[in-house]
């Protein structure tokens, strides 16, 4: 067994890990930084290009982030943060472009247009009051609305493509959304920080134990799958950044802020084309509305992806049920993390949710004929033989406490830190790696600049992220600016076809 101390410790090797890592190097090139992985690749579970629709998730096309009050208003609350979040992923990720510290933007960002596509006159009306609500700001002021069929067939032949005439239907487009290969990004940025002094990658490491000690500090127990041995790390910070893995080691450190917590893990399907002569037709993500009791990970959506230069078409995702919390994790993962103290909130949560429960046996049931028949809704001559079916990564929602309910089901992301900032994790799934750059500047803030006086890290965090400490939603001007940089640094300006 042997032992090394570092400063961080990083567990997982993702998209959420490295720009961690990134971040902490950018501020401080010589503190020592360990990241492990259970896997032997860097960023080949949540991360990874085929196990998560690649969509910059900037509120653009999600209906599901504008959902309609009781007063029959739209609610813009959730839509203007994560474009107000994704809007800060898109500046350090310039800023490394800027820096020669990322390749060429091609390699993990393509424009594609956002577009929100609805049929009936409800949606319709719905998809109007909608865009009228979100163009007449700064942060949405390029969103464009059509009801036209004409125009609809422009940005959407394949949507549009022998489709009743009867038919009322209507889109909105933003014509600068993105695809996001987050697998290459975490691994540019790996590949970067591996070239740094003071940095390791473990790869082929599980954690055993974590153990916090006298001083602070904590004590993590590695075993190299590889050649069954063992080592210790010791580390002046740890970070919980392993995706659906992320919860059992949270409840392995044993910290108070942990207790509670449950998982409820909901695997994902794709149907994939890569024939040319159809791919070739269909440039956009074009994002549906979810069906009644599906999670939000499951509203349908016919995306272009674009990845290892190559184009192909998904169209999902297919919902279903696993007791695995990683793809490539355990079957009894889901009942090892049953604690004494999260049992009533995960009984609660099973209780109340009856609909979702029968939504995911549904959806698990489906045929590959019943599949490709949801996806005509979308492309009305899609042909079965053309379309194959593909697992995509696991998500683990959150199961927290609650006081009047007992247990709540939550769909987002979540930081848990300890009171004296020496570990984090991060559990959920939406929206996920977009907002991986906020989500990370909210752990040095919590663990370094709160409780390690680190505030002379605030200006060079700015010199980074420009909007860092202002709000974008009440600053048109400097959100103007910012993104005018962003869309010329990553080469994401507006134009109909993507180079590949």
Request: proline share 5%.
């Amino acid at each position: 067994m042997t032992t090394k101390s570092v400063d961080v410790l990083l567990v997982g090797a993702g998209a959420m890990s490295t720009t961690l890592g990134m971040l902490l190097k950018q501020l401080d090139p010589s503190i020592k930084i360990c990241m492990v992985e259970r896997l032997d690749y860097v960023a080949h579970e949540s991360s990874d290009g085929w196990n998560n629709a690649g969509t910059g998730h900037a509120a653009y096309c999600e209906l599901n982030y504008t959902p309609k009050k009781a007063d029959g208003s739209i609610d813009t609350t959730k839509a203007f943060k994560i474009n107000s979040e994704f809007e800060t992923s898109l500046q350090f990720w310039s800023y490394l472009v800027e820096q020669s510290v990322l390749p060429s933007p091609k390699q993990f960002i393509n424009p594609t247009p956002h577009i929100s596509f609805v049929w009936g006159e409800e949606n319709v009306e719905f998809l109007r009051q909608r865009h009228a609500t979100l163009s007449a700001t700064a942060a949405f002021c390029d969103m464009e609305f059509s009801e036209d069929p004409e125009v609809l067939r422009e940005w959407m032949p394949l949507v549009m493509q022998h489709r009743d005439p009867a038919d009322r239907v209507a889109a909105t487009r933003v014509s600068y959304g993105t695809d996001v290969n987050f697998g290459e990004l975490a691994r540019s940025m790996a590949k970067h920080l591996g070239t740094q002094p003071d940095f390791d990658l473990l790869l082929s490491r599980i954690v055993n134990d974590l153990d916090k000690q006298s001083d602070g500090s904590w004590n993590v127990t590695l075993k190299n799958t590889d050649t069954g041995e063992k080592e210790v790390i010791n580390s002046q910070f740890v970070f919980l950044g392993a995706g659906g893995g992320a919860l059992p080691l949270l409840q392995k450190s044993g910290i108070k802020e942990g207790k509670g917590y449950g998982g409820f893990p909901v695997s994902g399907q794709w149907l994939v084309c890569k024939k040319p002569e159809i791919v070739e037709q269909h440039l956009a993500k074009v994002y549906g509305k979810a069906p009644i009791g599906a999670p939000p990970m499951s509203v349908p959506h016919l995306d272009t992806r674009i990845i290892d230069g190559q184009r192909a078409l998904l169209f999902g995702p297919f919902a279903g049920f696993t007791t695995k919390f990683l793809k490539q994790g355990s079957l009894f993962d889901l009942p090892k993390s049953i604690r004494t103290g999260n049992i009533k909130p995960m009984l609660s949560v099973a209780m109340k949710n009856m609909d979702l429960t029968r939504y995911l046996i549904s959806e698990v049931m489906q045929s590959h004929s019943a599949r490709v028949d949801a996806l005509r809704n979308f492309f009305p001559d899609a042909r079965d033989e053309d379309w194959t079916l593909a697992h995509a990564g696991q998500r683990v929602q959150i199961i927290k406490k609650d006081e009047k309910l007992g247990g709540k089901l939550e769909f987002g992301t979540e930081v848990i830190t300890a009171e004296d900032g020496s570990i984090a994790a991060l559990l959920g799934a939406s929206p996920g790696a977009s907002t991986a750059v906020p989500t990370m500047i909210s752990i040095v803030e919590r663990c370094y600049i709160q409780h390690r006086g680190k505030n002379e890290w605030k200006e060079r965090i700015k010199s980074m992220i420009p909007s860092y400490g202002e709000s974008l939603n009440d600053n048109p001007e400097l959100l103007r600016s910012i993104r005018e940089r962003t869309l010329g640094t990553l080469e994401l300006q507006k134009r109909e076809t993507a180079d590949v």
